[in-house]
């Protein structure tokens, strides 16, 4: 997997999810959504499916410190989830996670990537629009809070496989 040169700086190393993976990410998972967290559960079930699905883990100093998932059946891509722990924020990981995600949709001939994220974090939806995902539809009181989920999709075509920003 190609690496952003921002990324290597950063001490930061993308590769797949192993299912020895499967509690420290899920003890994050925890951390990062506490009223809507996967219970270990679902990782494991999702791992065990690779004919559809494709999962990262994103590293440094020994540690995981982002993790993405994406399940794919043709025609349709959607991204499971991707997340990063605060303090590894701005550094280029998430960005990195979504075009290798983004890449395997077009690898297993998706013809759009889909997702949903919280209507309350602009930070995610500005990563998206970066990448080209447009708003489609709200899917209203979605997450268990009550807060709107906001579905994006990004329509590949025929397009090749690119790099997308480093941000």
Not at 16 to 22: L, N, V
Not at 100 to 121: C, H, P, Q, Y
């Given at each position: 997997m190609k690496l952003s040169a921002k990324l290597e700086i950063?001490?930061?190393?993308?590769?797949?999810?192993?299912?020895?993976?499967?509690?420290?990410v899920e003890t994050l998972e925890r951390r990062l959504f506490p009223s809507d967290a996967w219970p270990l559960q679902m990782f494991i079930d999702e791992l065990a499916q690779p004919e559809t699905r494709r999962y990262l883990?994103?590293?440094?100093?020994?540690?995981?410190?982002?993790?993405?998932?994406?399940?794919?059946?043709?025609?349709?891509?959607d991204v499971q989830t991707i997340a990063v722990v605060p303090e590894f924020e701005g550094k280029g990981i998430g960005s990195a996670m979504?075009?290798?995600?983004?890449?395997?949709?077009?690898?297993?001939?998706?013809?759009?990537?889909?997702?949903?994220?919280?209507?309350?974090?602009?930070?995610a939806q500005q990563l998206y629009l970066r990448f080209g995902f447009e708003q489609?539809?709200?899917?209203?009181?979605?997450y268990r809070d009550g807060t709107d989920a906001l579905i994006m999709r990004l329509q590949l075509g025929d397009a090749p496989l690119q790099e997308g920003p480093t941000a």
């Open positions: 950063a001490g930061v190393s993308l590769r797949g999810m192993a299912e020895a993976d499967i509690g420290e883990v994103a590293e440094a100093g020994g540690e995981i410190v982002g993790y993405a998932g994406l399940m794919c059946i043709e025609p349709i891509a979504l075009t290798e995600l983004i890449d395997e949709a077009r690898r297993r001939r998706a013809a759009d990537v889909l997702l949903e994220v919280r209507a309350d974090n602009p930070r489609i539809h709200v899917r209203p009181r979605y």
